[in-house]
């Protein structure tokens, strides 16, 4: 009879004094990414592996290395190995004099680090060759050689494998302990930090009626707006003495940030100050999201998020307008800048009575970001970046427009920044000749 499998466990908990051996025997056997492995030195390394969990499991009973060896008479045990990524690590001060860079395979498990140069250590080199990903340690050894460090040093590339290993007693039944990759813990770790706390299960994104997952553009953005609202919220907990959100969750069912709560559009002239022509060669949008004001330029590392959220949330009449300057060859039109305010909501939930969720807490993004935003509006210029053929300077707003007023906008009202843009534009070029003409 096989036992259920138990929750994750930390590899190496318990380390001992002394090195245990690398050896196998004959009821031991390994699978890599599924498949079955023969090789003595990979058997061999497993065998150690099976040792240490042997000590982590009877912390009481094992304190040397001997200790361990009367518990593999009649035990069957069976490892799985599974790719799960790898890390580099540095030595400033290795202890080989060292004529080049250098790079040394490793493995890490839990709390293990194991090098393919510490004595004893087999079959650490044939595990690269099997384990995920592939080239490992030549990506390792370029990524080195490109950096440009000096005097030469050593790094280990230890892969980051998942591990389970099921133990077989003699008279006794199956016990399988399951061992993460680090990378896997790792990101966990993360999801927790940058949710504060909660569970990722319990939190939704809404991007105007419908629910973003991570298959969608906009997900990584709209998940670093939730976990910069959610960790500020805890902090604002922590200042004022009172339980977090992590804390009350048996108060709560679900947490739902909702992009697009609010929004508020204009237009808005963008000219190069040092030519006075179009600053970025033709019209663009601009969308600010959480106190944020980006470009929706080619360039940009994360367009296609942005163009999804603009692309959801506009309204009719600002699609129309956009639709119109990218068609057009007047001078006004290339140079101006269709700007989208987006807010968000936090919203916690909670079953009412009727078994309904009703929102128990709401926040509003300008609640946590006012600082920024406003740190944002005293900048200079609101443009990271800039397409290659224009390369202004400086690039800095003429004249504001006023929000588009709602969908019943009339033709001859979207034609206004059209207008206002000539008469702009000429009332510059007189100011220039002015200036020409008293300095003569």
Known sequence: ??????????????????????????????????????????????????????????????????????????????????????????????????????????????????????????????????????????????????????????????????????????????????????????????????????????????????????????????????????????????????????????????IRLVIGSGLNYSAQFMLNPETYLPAFGNAVRGLKLAGTQSILLPDHLDLPALEQIWETLAPEEMRREWQRVQSSKDASDRSLMINLEVSCKLEVLAIGADQQLQVLESYCDSEFMVEGAEAVAAEPTLLPSTSAHTQPTQAEPVHKLQPLENASVSAAASKRPTTRGFAILAIVACLIIAAIMIRG
């Open 1 to 254: 009879m096989s036992l259920p499998a138990p929750t994750p466990l930390v590899f190496c908990s318990h380390p001992v004094e002394g090195d245990l051996p690398f050896l196998t025997w004959s009821e031991l056997t390994l699978e890599i990414d599924s498949q079955p492995e023969h090789a003595e030195n990979l058997l061999s390394l497993a065998g150690f592996l099976v040792r240490q969990a042997l000590i982590d499991q009877n912390p009481e009973r094992i304190k040397h290395p001997r200790d361990v060896e009367p518990l593999l008479y009649g035990l069957k045990a069976h490892v799985q190995l599974y790719s799960g990524g790898s890390l580099d690590l540095g030595d400033d001060q290795p202890d080989l004099e060292l004529s080049e860079h250098q790079v040394v395979p490793g493995m890490a498990i839990g709390n293990l680090l194991l090098v393919a140069n510490e004595p004893g250590c087999v079959g650490i080199e044939e595990l690269h060759q099997r384990l995920k990903p592939v080239d490992a340690m030549a990506n390792a050894l370029a990524r080195l050689q490109e950096s440009g460090m000096e005097p030469p040093m050593q790094l280990t590339c230890a892969l980051l494998p998942g591990m389970t290993i099921t133990l077989t007693p003699a008279f006794a039944d199956s016990q399988t302990l399951i061992y993460p990759s680090r990378l896997d813990t790792y990101q966990e770790q993360l999801k927790l930090e940058e949710l504060a706390g909660l569970p990722q299960q319990r939190c939704e994104i809404i991007l105007g009626d419908q629910q973003l997952d991570e298959t969608q553009q906009a997900y990584g953005i709209a998940y670093d707006i939730l976990s910069v609202m959610l960790r500020l919220l805890h902090q604002r907990a922590l200042e004022n003495d009172q339980p977090d959100l992590s804390a009350r969750q048996q108060e709560w069912e679900r």
